[in-house]
């Protein structure tokens, strides 16, 4: 959803429209509030039940998001 390079322009982009990953809105969360956004959802994005490694891994590739 969120396309390959975190830029919110997945094939279904014009349909969910996720978040833009290199935003400073998203980046500017703590890791505890991308990780509820992970584990809740929200709007169309769906909740995630993941052990604690995936999520830890989830928010470091965000973070990597940043600097592009």
Same mark, same amino acid.
């Given at each position: 959803?969120?396309?390959? /390079? %975190?830029?919110?322009? $997945?094939?279904?982009?014009? !349909? ?10 998203? #980046?500017? *969360?703590? &890791? #505890?509030?991308? +990780?509820?956004?992970?584990? @809740?959802?929200? %709007? =169309? =994005?769906?909740? /995630? @039940? +993941?052990?604690?490694?995936?999520? &830890?891994? +989830? !928010? *470091? *590739?965000?973070? $990597? /998001?940043?600097?592009?």
């Amino acid at each position: 959803c969120h396309g390959p /390079f %975190g830029g919110g322009d $997945g094939p279904n982009a014009n !349909v969910t429209h996720p978040a833009n990953l290199h935003l400073s809105a998203t #980046q500017s *969360k703590s &890791d #505890q509030e991308l +990780l509820a956004t992970i584990r @809740d959802g929200r %709007g =169309m =994005m769906p909740k /995630f @039940d +993941l052990d604690p490694a995936s999520n &830890d891994a +989830l !928010v *470091k *590739k965000i973070r $990597g /998001f940043a600097a592009r």
